[in-house]
Structures are given as C-alpha cells and as structure tokens.
C-alpha cells in the first residue's frame, strides 16, 4: 500500500493540474497558503464530446491564472458557457467579475452579490451545459452560502473547501456554523452511500478517490475536537484563545487564527446544546 493510499480518503500523487476524470481537468492558481494548500483548484468541466464547458470557482483575481483557464478551455476545443461558485471566499470568488469579462459567462452563485446575470444557485437545481448535467448540493456551514456540485456521469462531487484533499477545513465562525456543516458532511455521506459518489474534486489539494472515506474521517475528526474543547471548558478553559492553545497544541501556530474561528464554532454549538 502506497503513502497516499493509506490516508483517509485516498489522495493522488503527482501533479494536481491536468484531468481528474472524464469530464474534469484542474488548472492550479498560484496562491499556494497554509490556507489554500497548494492554491485554488479551478474546475473545467464539460462532456467530452462537448464544446461548451462550465468553470467551476476562478479563483482570485490574477490575471494570469485567469487566462490560463480560458485557454487550457480553447486549447482542448473547448468555450467556456457558464460560471459557478461553491463559496464567496476570494481565493474562490474574487477572480469571477473578471473572469466573466474574458469569457462573455454569466456567474451563477447561491449569494445574490456574486452572481452576474439574473439566475442563482438553490437546492435542487441542475445545471446543464452542453450535455453535462451537475447537481446542486446545499452544504452551508464551512461558510453559510457553501455549495458541492454532483458530477454523476463521473461518480464525483466538487467541494470546494467542504471537503479539502489534504487535511480538514475551517468552520468560518460567525458566518460558518458547525451544526450546519455536520449536516452537510451526512448529505456529503448520503451521496456516496445513496448516489455512487466516488471521488472528491475539492477546492485546494489532490482529488480523492475514495469519497465516502473522506466525509467519515471529517466527521469522526469533528466528533473528536468537540470532545475535546467539551472537556477544555470543563477544565476551565473558556477564552477561545486558550482553547485553541490546549486542543490545537499539535497544529502549526500560523493555523491557529483559523483554528479559533473553528474553536468559537463549536465553542457556540456546545451552548446550543446544552453541553457546556
């Protein structure tokens, strides 16, 4: 068993730009971050036979990177019809104003102060380009407009920072909450036990190849670090500050402004709960 094989969810090795399946090809922004990982992971994804493609989060606002993505399309035959975004962080959504003028696309979002064109994102809804049909997965909680998109011809789903291909994702207190984001993390299960949904395409990282795997290591990660703030504030701890001092003792430091929006999260859903 290979490195990569033994860790939950089963990252890929080797290059993240390039095809992931069938239908879709990753073009790597550079803004690599202890946050983004290796940077924001821009999806063009269309039917092969297709000469319309819809991109799934630009990225931030680099031009470059942005013209990149147009003629990795054009390169493959390819026009680009249709914008979507998972989230409205920047190293997602920043680029798409600007990315719209390049392509000529409306930009379809679940907040109405991202989209560029009359038509929104919303629970149910399918979006079809070209013979590709991507269904729209509601996944608040990461942030509270978070969205996953289905991919079933591929037996994928794009996550953006849902699920991560490398490590866990940050619960953005206040606009991210962490009720939310289990439940979405279960819908996230739901399709890979329901749906056949195989491979995770996340927002930064490698793709995974075993889906199901992943969402169950995000959930048993997010049960273990509740326990363990539960018991933090037991102990006295109540200052997120200090919280984030005793159960991310292990985490690099430059994470731990990130961490405190994840410890503030489940600081507010203990309450909720009448655990603490």
Request: aromatic share 4%.
């Amino acid at each position: 068993m290979t490195e990569a094989a033994a860790l939950p969810g089963r990252p890929r090795g080797g290059v993240l730009s390039g095809p992931a399946t069938a239908r879709a090809v990753n073009v790597l922004a550079p803004n690599a971050s202890a946050m983004t990982l290796d940077g924001t992971n821009t999806w063009i994804v269309s039917e092969p036979d297709s000469e319309l493609a819809v991109v799934v989060d630009p990225g931030p606002l680099d031009d470059v990177h942005l013209r990149h993505v147009v003629d990795t399309a054009h390169k493959a035959g390819k026009r680009i019809a249709l914008t979507l975004l998972t989230h409205g962080h920047p190293d997602h959504a920043e680029g798409a104003g600007r990315f719209a003028e390049l392509t000529g696309t409306r930009v379809r979002a679940l907040d109405p102060a991202l989209r560029l064109g009359d038509e929104g994102l919303a629970s149910g809804d399918v979006v079809s380009v070209g013979g590709l049909e991507l269904r729209v997965v509601p996944t608040p909680g990461h942030t509270a407009d978070s969205l996953c998109f289905h991919l079933p011809a591929d037996r994928a789903v794009l996550t953006g920072d849902t699920v991560l291909g490398r490590g866990t994702t940050v619960v953005a207190h206040p606009d991210g909450r962490l009720g939310d984001y289990l439940d979405s993390l279960r819908r996230l299960r739901s399709l890979t036990v329901d749906d056949g949904v195989h491979i995770v395409l996340p927002g930064h990282g490698p793709v995974l190849d075993d889906a199901q795997g992943a969402v169950e290591f995000y959930l048993a990660h997010r049960a273990h670090r509740l326990a363990q703030v539960e018991t933090a504030v037991e102990n006295g701890r109540t200052d997120p500050a200090e919280v984030v001092a005793h159960v991310y003792a292990d985490v690099d430091r430059s994470l731990w402004p990130a961490a405190e929006l994840s410890v503030r999260a489940q600081l507010e859903y203990l309450r909720e709960h009448g655990l603490i």
